[in-house]
Nanobody
Framework: QVQLVESGGGLVQPGGSLRLSCAAS????????MGWYRQAPGKQRELVAG???????NYADSVKGRFTISSNNVKNTVYLQMNSLKPEDTGVYYC?????????????WGQGTQVTVSS
């Protein structure tokens, strides 16, 4: 069993910054990938940024150049530094981890944290 604990969400003005953190704990031998997704009301959940255990990253086009994902593999923790925030970044941000298991890969999600960008 894996638990994901998130922190760092909140209210920020356009142009501001937030840093999200997500720590995975439990029965973990390794994590294949960790990432951040977001979902606005009435919208599909979308991948914001992902990172593999080898350090390879990918970003949604809408956040490239503004967001940075990083990880600490020893602590099984992933971070999302969000700069130059825009109102369209508003949504619930979910931490995701894909963990190898005996039947393949298991998919885990955090509880979500609200990010609101508004003046």
């Amino acid at each position: 069993q894996v638990q994901l604990v998130e922190s760092g969400g909140g209210l920020v003005q356009p142009g501001g910054s937030l840093r999200l953190s997500c720590a995975a704990s439990g029965s973990i031998s390794s994590i294949a990938t960790m990432g951040w997704y977001r979902q606005a009301p009435g919208k599909q959940r979308e991948l914001v940024a992902g990172i593999t255990n080898g350090g390879s990253t990918n970003y949604a086009d809408s956040v490239k150049g503004r967001f940075t994902i990083s990880s600490n593999n020893v602590k099984n923790t992933v971070y999302l530094q969000m700069n130059s925030l825009k109102p369209e970044d508003t949504g619930v941000y979910y931490c995701n981890a894909i963990v190898p298991g005996p039947r393949g890969e298991d998919d885990y999600w955090g509880q979500g944290t609200q990010v609101t960008v508004s003046s």
